[in-house]
T-cell receptor, first 108, second 111 residues
Framework: RKEVEQDPGPFNVPEGATVAFNCTYS??????FFWYRQDCRKEPKLLMS???SGNEDGRFTAQLNRASQYISLLIRDSKLSDSATYLC?????????FGTGTSLTVIP | DADVTQTPRNRITKTGKRIMLECSQT?????MYWYRQDPGLGLRLIYY???????NKGEISDGYSVSRQAQAKFSLSLESAIPNQTALYFC??????????FGPGTRLLVL
């Protein structure tokens, strides 16, 4: 079983839409969680960390459900510039595990 | 200037050749990592290092070796490159278990 699993998409949404991504992880001992953004052929960049109580950064909201072992990312009022691949990342012990990413295209 | 740099950015080589990818960081982080990224497989860990002289195997270390010569430098070697090592390679750094920061990547093509 993979450490981290994501729906690869693609998600194609119109500008202004709200879109949500989910990610599941297999190890209940995982201790930290992140969402990264990766633009085509570029390096991944941290979008936001995910805290147990949930957290928000502008149009982005991340939530963690430890009981069900999943994390989510909600993007409100989608912009064209949000088009990218979103990677779910889980820290377990000393290693970071990456999902394969979910592709988002925001359409004018 | 970028905090994490990788050289070369692109490389084409032939099967059987030895190749070295270099990573340098100015962030002062203790931990450094090498990943490869393949379409549909996501990022997979090759090797990681928590300090100078500390080397740990990751998920897919076969066919690779690394050297941590200084806190700021972590190099990845392919002793005898093969075509299925064609991939996008990323170096990353972190301070302890905090957020990872990635270099711009090296595109490697093995013919």
């Amino acid at each position: 079983r993979k450490e981290v699993e994501q729906d690869p998409g693609p998600f194609n949404v119109p500008e202004g839409a709200t879109v949500a991504f989910n990610c599941t992880y297999s190890n209940s001992a995982s201790q930290s969680f992140f969402w990264y953004r990766q633009d085509c052929r570029k390096e991944p960049k941290l979008l936001m960390s995910v805290y147990s109580s949930g957290n928000e950064d502008g149009r982005f909201t991340a939530q963690l459900n430890r009981a069900s072992q999943y994390i989510s990312l909600l993007i409100r009022d989608s912009k064209l510039s949000d088009s990218a691949t979103y990677l779910c990342v889980v820290l377990t012990g000393n290693q970071f595990y990456f999902g394969t990413g979910t592709s988002l295209t925001v359409i004018p | 200037d970028a905090d994490v740099t990788q050289t070369p950015r692109n490389r084409i080589t032939k099967t059987g050749k030895r190749i070295m990818l270099e990573c340098s960081q100015t962030k002062g982080h203790d931990r450094m990592y090498w990943y490869r990224q393949d379409p549909g497989l996501g990022l997979r860990l090759i090797y990681y290092s928590f300090d100078v002289k500390d080397i740990n195997k990751g998920e897919i270390s076969d066919g690779y070796s690394v050297s941590r010569q200084a806190q700021a430098k972590f190099s990845l070697s392919l002793e005898s490159a093969i075509p299925n090592q064609t991939a996008l390679y990323f170096c990353a750094t972190s301070r302890g278990q905090e957020t990872q920061y990635f270099g711009p990547g090296t595109r490697l093509l093995v013919l």
